[in-house]
T-cell receptor, first 114, second 110 residues
Framework: DTEVTQTPKHLVMGMTNKKSLKCEQHMGHRAMYWYKQKAKKPPELMFVYSYEKLSINESVPSRFSPECPNSSLLNLHLHALQPEDSALYLC?????????????FGAGTRLSVL | GIQVEQSPPDLILQEGANSTLRCNFSDSVNNLQWFHQNPWGQLINLFYIPSGTKQNGRLSATTVATERYSLLYISSSQTTDSGVYFCAVGGETSGSRLTFGEGTQLTVNP
């Protein structure tokens, strides 16, 4: 099973709302990622968690707050977003060890900020 | 960081045609993945190929690490092959990062 599950699939929120995106994997992977993808552009890395610790933050605004409660679960908490934050948010995971350094992606959450 | 260039940016084919997509990268890599992003946004792993040649059905890929390029071959294309193909690489100094190319938008017409 190489599945990364993201919920919800679609989300519409106002600029004053607080919402969360969820990502789950049961492959025993120890590295998990959040990416943001705008239309007709490649995914851009936001955050990396390695062994449940934040290892990379690509200077993401504080209105995006990641959380890794355990090795299988990754959340992205959203607060006071702007319309330009509307995008496809992708989660990925990889084993975190060994020579096969493959990242597996979820289907994404399509976010619209009104 | 590593620079990744993909070509062509857009490709339109008739069903049944063959095609070659190219990915050039600027530094040595220890990770190279080809993805297909379908119209619903799902990024599907096609190949993990930091070097060598692999085949999977109508798709094959070759990476020549010493010359810093990778090729993705699609034979007998089908309409379901439409979408965006991304090459993503990681190097020794990249840590956990993958750097994506801009992608090739493939349209296969019936």
């Amino acid at each position: 099973d190489t599945e990364v599950t993201q919920t919800p699939k679609h989300l519409v929120m106002g600029m004053t709302n607080k919402k969360s995106l969820k990502c789950e994997q049961h492959m025993g992977h120890r590295a998990m990622y959040w990416y943001k993808q705008k239309a007709k552009k490649p995914p851009e890395l936001m955050f990396v968690y390695s062994y449940e610790k934040l290892s990379i933050n690509e200077s993401v605004p504080s209105r995006f707050s990641p959380e890794c409660p355990n090795s299988s679960l990754l959340n992205l908490h959203l607060h006071a977003l702007q319309p330009e934050d509307s995008a496809l948010y992708l989660c990925a995971s990889r084993p975190g060890h060994g020579s096969m350094n493959i990242q597996y992606f979820g289907a994404g959450t399509r976010l619209s900020v009104l | 960081g590593i620079q990744v260039e993909q070509s062509p940016p857009d490709l339109i084919l008739q069903e049944g045609a063959n095609s070659t997509l190219r990915c050039n990268f600027s530094d040595s890599v220890n990770n190279l993945q080809w993805f297909h992003q379908n119209p619903w946004g799902q990024l599907i792993n096609l190949f993990y190929i930091p070097s060598g040649t692999k085949q999977n059905g109508r798709l094959s890929a070759t990476t020549v690490a010493t010359e810093r390029y990778s090729l993705l071959y699609i034979s007998s294309s089908q309409t379901t092959d439409s979408g965006v193909y991304f090459c993503a690489v990681g190097g020794e100094t990249s840590g956990s990062r993958l750097t994506f190319g801009e992608g090739t938008q493939l349209t296969v017409n019936p």
